[in-house]
């Protein structure tokens, strides 16, 4: 648990507190599972669980941190999840707060977050409900709003239901794929006292399995493919965030001899300044990656989100004539709720193993068939970066793309850890490394707005007390709508620096005006309308002041003061604060959309 979290919020007069509650079972189960943070909106639907945090537990392990709003509460388990692999819990008030927060839960499902989301509902028993208010937050399905979007999801009735409910949530969603699932609790049931006594247990007993391996024919196979191919790829999707995982991938990636494609949908999975690494950390397929999907003859896709959409989409640049091997085990998650299932892509070898594990059990196979000789003859395999001017020797009054923003920060780095969990549509610029699983957390999961910010406190809970520093990017639409999430960094102190890439526009839908209005032989001089946040503009530095940040006050309009103003941000979380920077860009830098159906019109 992070040491300075424990000076916040803590309980008086506890005494020797006794298991006496059912809710104190929910509570100790959280312990015994692991979970060291629960984040809230309070709501009298639970408020024995949450007497049971305070006044039981002591509220450590887990300690409570409180947000403004239910989105914010499970954003910032997601962007805990983001960075550690490990889940938070988060609560949310009866059907009400879990409508708020259904957003939040949807994107977390999309990433694969692991966390465990509780909520209450009733009293079950209708008698025991106060007049009005608990009868319209007492649902007789609550986990039917949120079913097809959670690993799993239960409604425990007794006492000891509760054990076994919350040790089964547990194991599910640590267990390969992760992700969320949902317990709610009876607020009737959280308030009776136990009856009996309740048998805790020991939660080492109902662990997750180790993930689910290929069978060896399939590995030999896919060996056999990658050792014969003249000009192997990797494209590498969701991957585990440890770094011996990231060091056998890089292992594997140089034994073969194989080029590396990556994604910035996700978190980093392989070193960008890699020599195997082609082109840069990107969003969409261009360039060096359609490049390299083209001249490849074997393509190793492990767990690359939606391979069959990029099959597609290679259809019209010249197609992937390569042999593919598939590996995930994300099948397992799909259901007939929406299409995050993606487009099923045509495969030669289709195997349903977890994407780490085949990488050990194929590092195994290579490295016996190899000798330990590596394939790779120690050249690059993507073109040379082209050169760029550093933003100090650029015109001090000129314009800022939103691209500049991370080419900055990459300058005034230096010997300083950063953690970059998301930025915004201009991408990771030319010179930011992915060095780190922690080096660059990915974005949202299933592109809802407003997970942003609080994706970003939770990231920055899960640095702090270490030498990372915490760091945002992010759009102005996005901030915007989850703006409310950094009081939650600001009360418990946790260091970060958010910048804002601010070009007043809901842009992207512009670019999608723009586009149907060609289409459509319309005017795209109208694109803006509807779109701009602007008449009156937002002050975005006095908002952020007033939830708790520190800024230099006023936006960063122009290329002289960008480095300047970066390098105070960086200094401020250092000294253990946290900052805030508006940086206006320019608004014409983005791709346009694909069209409906394919490429047309790119």
Sequence with gaps: MTEHLKQFDRPQNLGNPQLGWASDVAAEMMRRCGIKYVSLNPGASYRGVHDSIVNY?????????????????????????????????????SNVGLMHGLMGIFNAWCYRAPMLVMGATGPVDAPLRRPWIDWIHTAKDQGALLRYMVKWDDEPRSAGAIVESMARANQIIRSEPTGPAYICFDAGLQESALEEEIEMPDTA?????????????????????????KNPLFMLGRMARTEEAWDRRVELAELVGAGVLTNLRNPACFPSNHALHIGRPAGRLAGSAVDAIKDSDVILSLNWLDFGGTQRLMSGRGGMNAKCIHVTLDQYLHNGFGMELFELPKTDLNIN????????QLLAEVTSRLNGQSKWDGQAKGPQAPEIEPIADRDSEGIILPADIVTALAEIQGNRKISLNRVSSGGVGPTYQFTHPWSYLGHDGGGGLASGPGTSVGAALAVADTDWLAVSVLGDGDFMQGNTALWTAAKYRIPMLVIISNNRSNFNDELHQET???????????????????????????????????????????????????????????????????IHVDTGYAEPPLMRGGSKGE
Aim: proline share 7%; with cysteine; charged share 25%.
């Design 57 to 93: 537990l002591g509220n450590e392990d887990p300690q409570m941190l409180i947000c403004l709003h239910e989105d914010h509460a499970v954003h910032v388990a997601q962007g805990y999840a983001k960075l550690t692999g490990e889940p938070m819990g988060c609560f949310l008030h």
């Design 205 to 229: 007993n109902y662990q997750p399995s180790d993930p689910p391996r290929a069978s060896s024919k399939a590995v030999k196979e896919a060996a056999d493919l990658l050792l014969s191919a």
């Design 353 to 360: 193993a977890d994407q780490d594990a085949f990488v050990e």
């Design 516 to 582: 149907v209005a060609k289409d459509r032989d319309r005017p795209v001089e109208n694109r803006w309308i509807g779109m701009r946040i602007s008449e009156p503009d937002i002050d975005l530095c006095s908002l952020a002041e007033s939830l708790g940040f520190e800024s230099a006050g006023g936006p960063v309009t122009k290329m002289g003061d960008l480095l300047p103003a970066i390098e105070n941000g960086l200094k401020a979380v250092e000294a253990g604060k946290c900052h805030f920077i508006d």
